[in-house]
C-alpha cells in the first residue's frame, strides 16, 4: 500500500475529473491517493508520501492554472528536496497551441527533477484535438507509472 499525493492543475475541470478517475483506480488497488486541488508543499511535507502524481492542463500561453501555480511557486522557494522520491506528470493540453503544448506539465516535471525526484517514465501528454477520453489515456499511463513507480 503506497500513499501517494496528487496535485491537480484545472480551469475548466478536466484535469480535475481525470485525476479522480485516478485516484479512484489507485484506491481500489489499495493505495491511499489524495487529490489536492490547492496544493501546497505544506501538504507535500505534511506526510510520507510514497509518491507524487501532478495532474495539470496549461492554460494562457503555456502557463500553469492558478490552483496550481503557488504549489510550482512554493517548490522553487522552498526547496523540498525530493530525493529519489517517485513522481510522475499528467499533462493536458491542445496541440493547436503548438508552441506551448501541455508546457505546465513540462515545468512540472522540470521542477520535480531539480528537486531531485525519479521519474520512473516520462510524463503523458494528452491532447484534446486527438481525443474525447482523456481519462483512458490517462489510466492507460498509470498502469505502467504504477507499476514501476509502487513496485
Ligand atoms: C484560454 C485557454 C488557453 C489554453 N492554452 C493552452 C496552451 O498554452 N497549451 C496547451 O497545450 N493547451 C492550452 N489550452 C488547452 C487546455 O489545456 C485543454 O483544453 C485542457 O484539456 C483543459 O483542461 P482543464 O479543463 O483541466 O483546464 C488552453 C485552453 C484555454 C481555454
Same mark, same amino acid.
Given at each position: ?6 496535485? #491537480? ?10 485525476? !479522480? #478517475? ?13 487529490? /489536492?486541488?490547492?496544493?501546497? #508543499? ?7 508520501? *510514497?509518491? &507524487? ?18 504549489? $510550482?511557486?512554493?517548490? /522553487?522557494?522552498? %526547496?523540498?528536496?525530493? !530525493?529519489?522520491?517517485?513522481? =510522475? &506528470?499528467?499533462?493536458? =493540453? /491542445?496541440?493547436? $497551441? +503548438?508552441?506551448? %503544448? ?15 525526484? @525519479? ?7 494528452? *491532447? ?6 482523456? +481519462? /483512458?489515456?490517462?489510466? %492507460?499511463?498509470? @498502469?505502467?507509472?504504477?507499476? &514501476?513507480?509502487?513496485?
Amino acid at each position: 500500500m503506497a500513499n501517494i499525493y496528487l496535485p #491537480v492543475g484545472s480551469v475548466t475541470g478536466t484535469a480535475t475529473a481525470v485525476a !479522480n #478517475v485516478l485516484a479512484e483506480t489507485l484506491n481500489a488497488a489499495g493505495h491511499n491517493a489524495l487529490v /489536492d486541488a490547492n496544493a501546497s #508543499v505544506a501538504a507535500l511535507n505534511a506526510q510520507s508520501w *510514497d509518491a &507524487v502524481l501532478v495532474v495539470t492542463s496549461t492554460t494562457g500561453q503555456g502557463d500553469i492554472p492558478a490552483n496550481l501555480r503557488p504549489f $510550482y511557486v512554493q517548490l /522553487d522557494e522552498q %526547496f523540498p528536496l525530493q !530525493n529519489g522520491r517517485p513522481f =510522475g &506528470v499528467v499533462s493536458l =493540453g /491542445d496541440s493547436s $497551441y +503548438d508552441r506551448t %503544448f501541455c508546457n505546465a506539465g513540462a515545468l512540472l516535471e522540470e521542477r520535480f527533477f531539480e528537486l531531485q525526484g @525519479k521519474a520512473p517514465i516520462p510524463r503523458v501528454t494528452i *491532447d484534446a484535438t486527438e481525443t474525447s477520453t482523456p +481519462d /483512458d489515456d490517462a489510466l %492507460f499511463w498509470l @498502469k505502467e507509472w504504477m507499476e &514501476v513507480a509502487l513496485a
